[in-house]
């Protein structure tokens, strides 16, 4: 008799763990998956196409809130936790609902679902969604190609469209983006990479995704998404903590465990969030783990039209899943706004329609700041005429994506980009001693 599992995801780390785990394995029957944080994603199915020799039939996503009937119904043995940004207590209430209907609950270590690669692996994870991955990923990848090496990024997935098509994605232009009809929430992660001329892989199967980028890469940088812990086995790994979420470092899954398995602990934003609180995490890590390398750092903003924030009445618009999952009320956008001088920020709450009205209901912290949700043409659209309704002078764009390029808007757009510097420890003296020790036959003098 095969064990009877439920996954359950959010459209990646679900996926994931079935590939590198239960795929072709004999013992177990996945026998759907469920879903949640990302809006649409449920009542798709995993195509059978996908799924291997196991399975004739396309396995069936549900909603989470289905889960206890979905244990009885089908008999299931175990439901396996497969997505992130949750804290403690919220994982052991979902282990509460699934052993109460009888089932065990289970989560999936790094011998289980990480993959190893023929090609050194850096890999750059967080606490928290929003902490500074992308903008520390980007700083990598120009010290690695200053040191003439090839580099490709792999990202964490985001396959909310058709997963066939979503097998082994590959994204070297905005053509790429706009024929994989990429939602907002990918353009934010794909577009500052590929305005830099950096290749980019993602989607569904990560093996074959490995293979593809092995054969282009001397070394690989794992771009982490949310606060999960990387699909590949990194030789150097770096993690981002946010001071503005002080504590979240010893209460968040898994971001706890990546902090556990770091080589470099990377305290972000330390020009913006309060000493005690920067010294909070820097204890909490080192309580944790003695043997990472601990920097601060600081989040530099810069803003392409000043005069479009001084003295202006603005609508922010800010990063999605940082807002969402991620916790936040508020981001770069509100920060470039202070900084810059504006004279108000306009709520955009009461303009808000459709699906965008739902998101202000379904995360009661958000205040007078717009999130970028776009996973679908109709909520683009929603998203589009929200920020058009708004009554402001003009919008500041604290998403990474060309929201003005993006979107038909009828203002104008004030786009905030973001950097990290290093305060103490540099980053670039810590790779050149990594290339040295660990892989000296990629080390560029």
Known sequence: ??????????????????????????????????????????????????????????????????????????????????????????????????????????????????????????SVCAVRTGAGKSPTSQKLVDILKGKGLSVVVVRHPMPYGDLKKQECQRFASMEDCIRNECTIEEREEYEPYICCGTVVYSGVDFRKILESAEKEADIIIWDGGNNDIPFFRPDLHIVIADPHRAGHELTYYPGEVNVLLADIIIVNKVDSAKKEDVDLVMNNVRSINRKAVLIKAMSVITVENPELIKGKRVLVVEDGPTLTHGGMAYGAGVIAAEKFGAKEIVDPRKHAVGSISEIYKKFSHLGAVLPAMGYSDIQIKELEKTINDADCDSVIAGTPIDLAGLLKLDKPVARVRYRMEEVDSKLEDLIDGFLKSRIPQYHRP
């Open 1 to 122: 008799m095969r064990t009877k599992v439920i996954i359950m995801g959010a459209a990646g780390r679900d996926f994931h763990n079935f590939n590198t785990f239960f795929r072709d394995n004999r013992d177990y029957e996945v026998v759907a998956f469920t879903a949640a944080q990302i809006p649409g994603i449920a009542g798709r199915v995993y195509p059978k196409e996908l799924a291997g020799a196991l399975y004739g039939k396309d396995i069936p996503i549900y909603p989470e809130d289905e889960l206890p009937g979905l244990i009885k119904q089908f008999d299931i043995d175990q439901v396996i936790l497969a997505y992130s940004d949750l804290s403690h207590e919220t994982v052991m209430q979902k282990a509460s609902i699934v052993l109460a209907a009888g089932a065990d609950f289970r989560l999936m270590g790094t011998k289980s679902t990480m993959l190893g690669s023929k090609k050194p692996v850096i």
